[in-house]
């Protein structure tokens, strides 16, 4: 029967049947150009037998147009797409677009012409001519590039073009990438690191499946000892994906990587340029790229020997993705192992609590390093009580905490104070008429930055130029900030300690691999004396300089109180006391809190995480909160609020009655706008019993809604906003 299903990528459409014209030759995972209409629309092949069919005659099926000049998707990562779409409610069309995330890449082999020097000279030799030609030695990219590099227009280059100085090549677009040498440097490992490493590279000569997770102190050096199977898989040459959390993470990774294996790895995250991105695809896709380092939507490239997988940092909560497809990366990670029939390894020092209880309960093979390398200590760990230790008035940093970074300098050391606030401040009002700025497309203040003096939002992006005066009451010189962000930090630091050196490092000034690299640079070379930073900071950096770390506010993400607060604030507090003293000096961390008795807060102090996480696991139970019992959440948005409102109260009103299935709401998101859209949720509570997924699509499919609302599902949600 010369008839085929497909998927194809419209979340509007069920799968489509069509024809397969005579002499194509066509089979499942193949990613084919359908007719729909009068346009053409891509589709993948599928297993007619897995996707529901559709009732149209062979007779009035209507062709194939063609098939891409990509490999076929293979069965593993159709059935990681089928999966991924089941459990987080999502549409198959939404997944499988993930997988064909390079437009360019299914067009097929292409070649782009790059130029460089062919060392002759120009008739008229200019001093900007002369300069682009030096800035140009040993360089090959395009014009524009060229261009960049160099620092003159395009069509001074142009000119050097004409006049043979510089020569055209054709490049093959998706050449291979330099090969990664297994064995590059060898690298003695500690008894503890060789135990756990080669576990790990006996489970990729095994190739089965096989979950680990790696729990490792700060330092123990996890990076290392999972190098270790890496190295083993690329013996075996098989393809390995390392899963990062924060792109600021990779230039350090990069790195070391570099200096284990000889050459970078090939990189996959958001902002690559659509020529990088189909290098990496259509490499990933031949099996030419042998280690792919990526953010979370690099689990769904078309892998053609995938041998290991590594989540890094696994309890990091961006590997949740909060739009569109809501996925956790971690677990769908375990998943495309499971399919590929490989190891996968979740290193972390922190883990979450669902990856710890899954180690428990004989799931998860865990694996320990509870030392640091080379004998370092973990950092002795106060608590700065500041009900007791009150900071000067308008300031933020207690006493101590200024005379601890005062004797790093002193000592030529660095101090790295934390505080998880970008801006100066998180709050600005008016001392004259109480006026506050507010977003206008957000239930949220605008933060104010000094540094670009600014007004924005962290929600949509929305800024404005600080005003000085009041836009309400229109009194000059009447604004006052409120509460600390990290520039007020910085500033405070500067006024106490006025030789310091101060740094603040954010996503507004780490914004490109370049500038992190340069930070990285600055520190260890030691430029900087004191850094303040948000969360970015708090993983990956090894600085051994660094022996003060100070806290500045523990109770921030205590604060808002969802069920999860307790166990971030505790794996961000640890974290970032994982960069004191890594080196040879001991390392010293500063708590700033109001409340010392809090049970994170004393289980910090006491260094005592089994105490910390039998609490948290004790609460969880109770409250059947994940791992014990299920959550999901239905989020309803839209531009219009009556229609929002009314869109929430049908669901609510149809909403099923099931055993073991509790359903809280519809009421308003506490961001009850965002990004100029009004939102409701509803939170569901089940029993782990519960198919719950089966009960979302029941109940949700029977509705219809206005164009204009959107209904989003979160199972297993990290945000409660
Ligand atoms: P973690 O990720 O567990 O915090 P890292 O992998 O960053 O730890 O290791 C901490 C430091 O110790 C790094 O500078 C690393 O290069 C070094 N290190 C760890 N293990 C070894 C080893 N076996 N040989 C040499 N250096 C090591
Ligand atoms: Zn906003």
Same mark, same amino acid.
């Given at each position: ?87 987080? *409610?999502? /549409? ?8 064909? /995330? ?42 524009? !590039? ?36 297994? +064995?590059?440097?060898?690298? !003695? ?30 330092? #123990? ?33 990069? $790195? ?17 340029? #659509? ?12 099996? !030419? ?25 696994? $309890? ?6 909060? +739009? ?50 080379? %004998? ?38 660095? /101090? ?22 507010? &977003? @206008?497309?957000?239930? =949220? ?24 005066? &009041? ?27 006025? +030789? =310091?050196? *101060? ?10 691999? %370049? ?26 950096? $090894?600085? @051994? ?91 309803? #948005?839209?531009? +219009?609020?009556? !229609? ?31 990004? %100029? ?45």
């Amino acid at each position: 029967m010369n008839r085929v299903r497909c998927l194809v990528l419209n979340a509007a459409l069920g799968p489509l049947d069509y024809k397969v014209p005579d002499g194509m030759e066509v089979g499942p995972g193949h990613v084919v150009e359908c007719p729909l209409g009068p346009r053409t629309i891509i589709g993948i092949v599928w297993e007619a037998e897995r996707l529901p069919g559709t009732e149209v005659p062979a007779e009035k099926l209507r062709p194939i147009r063609g098939i891409l000049p990509v490999p076929p998707l293979s069965a593993p990562l159709r059935r990681l797409i089928e999966w991924t779409a089941d459990y987080y *409610v999502a /549409s198959l069309a939404g997944v499988a677009r993930m997988a064909l /995330s390079s437009g360019g890449a299914l067009k097929g082999p292409a070649t782009i012409t790059e130029y460089r020097l062919t060392g002759g000279m120009p008739e008229r030799l200019t001093p900007q001519r002369l300069a682009a030609m030096e800035a140009l030695e040993g360089e090959q990219a395009t014009i524009r !590039e060229l261009a960049g590099i160099a620092g003159v227009s395009e069509g001074v280059l142009r000119g050097l073009v004409n006049q043979g100085v510089l020569e055209p090549v054709e490049v093959d677009c998706d050449r291979p990438y330099d090969e990664a040498r297994p +064995d590059f440097t060898q690298v !003695e490992l500690s008894p503890e690191q060789s135990e756990a490493a080669d576990t790990l590279s006996k489970a990729v000569r095994d190739a089965k499946f096989a979950p680990f997770l790696l729990d490792g102190v700060t330092g #123990s050096g996890k990076t290392e000892t999972y190098f270790e199977p890496v190295a083993e898989a690329l013996r075996m040459g098989r393809q390995v994906l390392v899963l990062l959390p924060e792109i600021a993470l990779t230039e350090n990774f990069l $790195h070391r990587f570099e200096e284990r294996f000889g050459v970078a790895p090939v990189l996959w995250h958001s902002s690559l340029k #659509s020529t990088e991105r189909r290098r990496a695809w259509r490499n990933v896709a031949s099996g !030419e790229a042998q280690v792919v380092v990526g953010a979370r939507s690099a689990l769904f490239l078309p892998f053609r020997k995938l041998g290991f997988i590594v989540v890094d940092e696994a $309890h990091e909560t961006s590997f949740k993705q909060e +739009d569109g497809v809501r996925y956790n990366a971690r677990d769908v990670a375990v998943m495309r192992a499971h399919f590929e029939g490989i190891p996968v390894v979740l290193a972390s020092a922190t883990p979450a609590l669902e990856s710890l209880q899954m180690a428990e309960s004989g799931v998860y093979a865990k694996l320990d390093l509870p030392s640091r390398f080379g %004998g370092a200590e973990l950092p002795s760990i106060d608590l700065v009580d500041l009900t007791q230790e009150k900071p000067p008035h308008g300031m933020w940093l207690a006493q101590r905490l200024v005379d601890g970074i005062a004797e790093r300098l002193e000592r030529g050391e660095q /101090s790295l104070l934390f505080l998880n606030r970008r801006g100066y401040a998180p709050l600005t009002l008016c001392r004259n008429c109480g006026f506050r700025f507010q &977003c @206008p497309n957000c239930s =949220a203040w605008l933060v104010e930055h000094r540094f670009t003096r600014r007004l924005a939002c962290h929600h949509c992006g929305h800024e404005t130029p600080s005003p000085d005066r &009041c836009p309400e009451c229109g009194e000059p010189d009447c604004l006052v900030a409120c509460g600390p962000g990290v520039e007020r930090i910085a500033d405070e630091v500067a006024e106490r300690l006025p +030789d =310091a050196r *101060v740094f603040v490092a954010t996503s507004d000034t780490l914004n490109s691999p %370049g500038r992190a690299a340069e930070f990285i640079a600055q520190v260890e070379g030691g430029a900087i004396d004191v850094i303040v930073g948000t969360q970015l900071v708090t993983k990956g950096f $090894h600085f @051994p300089e660094l022996t003060l770390v100070g806290v500045v506010d523990a109770d921030l993400g205590l604060e808002g109180g969802d069920l999860r607060a307790g166990e971030r604030t505790y794996q961000q507090v640890a974290q970032v006391a994982g960069r004191a003293g890594r080196g040879e000096k001991p390392g010293e961390v500063l708590i700033q809190t109001r409340h010392p008795e809090a049970s994170v807060i004393a289980a910090l102090a006491a260094g005592d995480r089994d105490a910390f996480y039998s609490v948290e696991t004790e609460m969880r139970r109770e409250a059947g909160a994940p791992p014990f019992g299920r959550w999901a959440s239905i989020i309803i #948005s839209s531009e +219009d609020e009556a !229609e929002a409102r009314e869109a929430a109260r049908r669901i609510g009103d149809t909403r099923p009655q099931v055993d073991d299935l509790m359903i809280l709401g519809p009421a308003p998101a506490p961001m009850a706008l965002l990004r %100029g859209r009004y939102r409701y949720r509803l939170l569901m509570n089940a029993r782990r019993s519960v198919q719950l997924q089966d009960v979302i699509r029941r109940w949700l499919g029977s509705l219809d809604h206005p164009p204009g609302v959107r209904v989003g599902v979160d199972i297993d949600p990290y945000s409660f906003v």
